[in-house]
């Protein structure tokens, strides 16, 4: 649950402030059905979702999923990579995806063995990974069947922080970020009890849907940094990634934040 851009947010994460976020998510993906479901409690709010994915299930709504291949979790590479990504889709198609909650399968493999079978969207220049959509489900059905899902059990670890530059090939696709200017943000990612795979999962949504919103655009830079936990930092967030804690299933917690310019 990623809240839409967020001006100068206090820094303090409240249970209340966190819900609000998540709220805010919903609304933005769902918009038409939102106000039609109660958002008072991180229950209530997993309940809303789970109806609305299974509308879009139904087929009365619009549906998009997409796949990422992954050989192997280099974090800035898998960073800027899910930016480019993001980048290189159509309005209409990221439109879509975002009313699906940027929904997105992660398998295990070798893009370069693959690529000759299947059509992928965008695949990284050092062949680490590569993604397929967003589309309807089915079209994906092949590569899903034929793949593992990436297992990412190790925990993960606290790193120096360091800076990557988002690309700006296949950028001008989307159309979105054409007239603003690069901007440099800090990327916190909280660690405790946190995996490889959680870690794919929670930065995939934030910065999928960051570039969606125009919060992250072709050539801005993000200093990724970790953190125990998103608690006391002293820059307000422009986004936020929060979702149930894994560990106290009624809570929500802040898993990944962008900070505003600097």
């Not at 933005?28 to 991180?42: F, G, M, V």
């Not at 589309?135 to 990436?150: A, N, Q, V």
Request: net charge positive.
């Amino acid at each position: 649950m990623s809240g839409a851009p967020m001006s100068g947010l206090p820094v303090t994460l409240s249970p209340e402030l966190l819900l609000t976020v998540a709220a805010e998510r919903l609304r933005a993906a769902r918009p038409d059905l939102s106000a039609h479901w109660n958002l008072s409690t991180p229950h209530a709010l997993l309940a809303a979702k789970e109806h609305i994915l299974a509308d879009a299930a139904s087929g009365r709504t619009d549906r998009a999923l997409a796949v990422a291949v992954v050989r192997d979790f280099r974090l800035t590479s898998w960073i800027r990579e899910t930016c480019a990504f993001a980048l290189s889709l159509p309005p209409e198609r990221a439109d879509i995806w975002r009313r699906s909650f940027t929904r997105t399968v992660y398998l295990a493999g070798r893009p370069d063995n693959l690529r000759e079978r299947f059509v992928f969207t965008h695949i990284a220049d050092d062949g680490s990974a590569a993604w397929a959509g967003p589309s309807p489900d089915e079209t994906t059905t092949g590569l899903r069947r034929l793949l593992k899902t990436f297992s990412g059990r190790r925990p993960l670890t606290a790193w120096r922080p360091a800076t990557v530059e988002i690309p700006r090939t296949g950028a001008s696709a989307t159309g979105r970020h054409d007239r603003r200017r690069p901007v440099h943000r800090d990327l916190y990612l909280a660690t405790a009890h946190v995996t490889v795979s959680d870690a794919l999962v929670q930065l995939g949504h934030l910065l999928a849907e960051a570039v969606i919103d125009g919060t992250v655009g072709a050539g801005d830079r993000l200093t990724v940094r970790s953190v125990p936990r998103l608690t006391g930092l002293a820059t307000p967030y422009a986004a936020l990634r929060v979702d149930t804690d894994r560990h106290r299933p009624s809570e929500l917690q802040a898993y990944a934040g962008l900070t505003q310019e600097n």
